[in-house]
């Protein structure tokens, strides 16, 4: 029984030694194992680190016996991050389903994909390997694959494109006031009935009034004077003019005394022969029985001539043209112009600052417009909303420059306001961007995507969007033409590198924090052209020293990193 035992115990032990055999010579000559990581320096992508791995074993390196666990590890200072998905391999006599690697060679292919991170920024892919044979089990030496991460997608410039609705407000608004004078048929002379008139004597009334006030200036005086289209052509333009001066001399005679009718051109007349436009109208607005017939005389016939005989033609309805239609064609039109005066832009602001209170609403929202400080643009617009909270103009604009002023929540607050008023597409922009601000990708999208019509504004937040998912190829397209760094930097991680150097090239305007010129750095690394990134690089860090750090650590320069000139930078 002893032997038996002993036997057995020969024989465990003569499997253990056999595995662990196996482990170890699988261990010794893990390095002729090839890998190829996809991309060979991990970089972000909206927001994720992407890798694919493939992995070639040589012949007679995988014990029929054995299997692996693969794990991808993400090391950085201060901690790692392990890829979630682990690859497990097995030789061809173990019972299970995992990826099978025969002995005479084989190989596997891994993807995975983690979030990014800022740490990871200078860190490096290993790849963590337990083999194991039955019950015994052994780690191998890590092996380092790559280094990342490069994340210059990260670099994208989050900021809203607001739509400030603008202000109505008109300094010098014309104004008229017209009078008339009537004739009997074939006169001239102004009658004391047509002088005691209310139109007349709110003319005069209105050029006193006008002439007092400083906020008003008497621009001029016109008088028009007809004949009604009945009678000789020659006559009627005689009596036309003679109406004229009648009216003329009234009218200069109300202006005897004011010193702004007497520069040049300040008094200006017309006369009409015949009054055709005028007979038209009157006929359309009356209740003439037989005006459809009249009205095609009028569009049939050219000839005054013509018209007037075939109108007199039907003898009924120029009877009632006669009395209803004819006399109010004998007249003189006077129309005064007056330009209202408003405030000066100066006086607005001032009276804004005072007391908001006495200004119009459109004055209010105008002070708004042209203050140039942040504070007193919101404090301006904020007072436009609470003299008259049912104006969407007011409740948008506080949201864009709160928005401005980097308060986003406070923003929203003030575009739901404004949505309560009228949810229009400027509304719905200003809202999106407030959302993608905060970082709430898909309400800005729908957002966006719900406007009546695509914008300069909308297309170029849909852009930011694709950008954070990594669809650059669409952001491109959403960015057009557009001289702008988000452009530029979607065109570089599209890989095309040439047009992304162009874009930033035309930008008359940097991003605020040296951005622009940080990319400019990155495209002429990426186009081995040492002096436009050093150009680049320079100019960002004489506006953000900080670029120094980041540009230090950034992998798009790891081929500078032993340059003295770059040091020279970055030191």
Not at 18 to 30: D, I, T, Y
Not at 228 to 257: C, Q, V, W, Y
Not at 419 to 446: P, Q, R, S, Y
Request: proline fraction near 3%; glycine fraction near 6%; charged fraction near 25%.
């Amino acid at each position: 029984m002893k032997k038996i035992r002993s036997f057995f115990i020969l024989i465990l032990a003569a499997a253990f030694l056999a595995s662990c055999s196996g482990l170890n010579k699988m261990k010794k000559e893990a390095g002729d194992i090839k890998y190829e990581v996809v991309p060979k320096v991990l970089e972000a992508h909206g927001g994720q680190v992407n890798v694919t791995i493939k992995g070639t074993f040589p012949e007679k390196y995988f014990n029929k016996k054995a299997t692996l666990e693969v794990t991808p590890v993400l090391t950085y200072e201060g901690g790692e991050t392990a890829f979630d998905k682990v690859q497990v391999l097995q030789g061809e006599k173990v019972q299970a389903n995992n990826k099978v690697i025969s002995y005479t060679g084989g190989d596997f292919t891994y993807t995975s994909t983690i979030p990014y991170k800022d740490a990871m920024k200078m860190s490096e892919l290993v790849l963590r390997t337990t083999a194991s044979i039955n019950a015994n089990s052994l780690d191998f030496d890590p092996i380092k694959l790559a280094d990342g991460v490069i994340a210059t997608s990260t670099l994208l410039e989050v900021h809203g494109r607001m739509i400030i609705m603008p202000d109505r407000y008109e300094r010098i608004v014309p104004e008229s006031q017209v009078a008339d004078i009537n004739y009997v048929i074939n006169q001239a002379n102004i009658r004391n009935s047509e002088l005691k008139a209310e139109d007349i004597a709110l003319l005069k009334q209105y050029i006193a009034t006008a002439d007092a006030d400083p906020n008003k200036e008497l621009k001029g005086a016109v008088v028009s004077s007809y004949a009604s289209p009945d009678g000789k052509f020659e006559e009627n333009e005689k009596l036309s003019g003679r109406r004229g001066t009648a009216a003329d001399k009234f009218i200069k005679k109300e202006f005897d005394k004011i010193e702004a009718a007497k520069i040049d051109g300040f008094f200006s007349s017309l006369t009409t022969a015949e009054d055709w436009d005028g007979f038209k109208t009157e006929v359309q607005n009356s209740n003439i029985q037989d005006k459809e017939l009249i009205l095609r005389v009028l569009s049939m016939y050219s000839d005054p001539e013509q018209r007037e005989k075939e109108i007199k033609n039907m003898s009924s309805a120029y009877e009632e043209l006669k009395t209803d239609v004819l006399p109010k064609l004998r007249r003189s039109k006077m129309t005064v112009n007056v330009d209202n005066i408003g405030r000066t832009d100066e006086q607005i602001l001032a009276q804004a600052k005072s007391d908001p209170k006495v200004l119009s609403l459109e004055e209010i929202l105008h002070a708004g417009e042209i203050a140039t400080d942040l504070n007193d643009k919101l404090a301006f617009y904020k007072a436009a909303a609470d003299n008259f909270p049912k104006c969407v103009h007011a409740h948008n604009n506080v949201g864009c420059v709160l928005m401005n002023q980097g308060k986003a929540d406070e923003a929203l607050a003030a575009f739901d306001k404004a949505k309560a008023i009228a949810n229009n597409d400027v509304v719905k922009n200003n809202t999106a961007f407030a959302h993608l601000v905060k970082g709430e990708i898909v309400k800005a999208e729908e957002l966006f995507n719900s406007m009546t019509a695509a914008t300069e504004e909308s297309k170029w937040g849909l852009g930011m969007i694709a950008i954070t998912r990594g669809e650059y190829d669409k952001a491109v397209n959403f960015f057009g033409n557009a001289n702008c760094f988000n452009n530029a930097l979607a065109q570089l991680l599209k890989g095309d590198v040439t047009r992304a150097k162009a874009t930033l090239d035309a930008m008359t305007e940097p991003c605020r924090g040296g951005k622009s010129h940080y990319l400019k750095a990155v495209v002429g690394a990426r186009l081995d052209d040492k002096n436009y990134m050093l150009a680049g690089l320079k100019e960002a860090i004489a506006v953000k020293p900080e670029w120094k750090a980041y540009a230090k650590t950034d992998l798009e320069f790891a081929k500078y990193f032993a340059d003295s000139a770059f040091q020279g930078l970055v030191q």
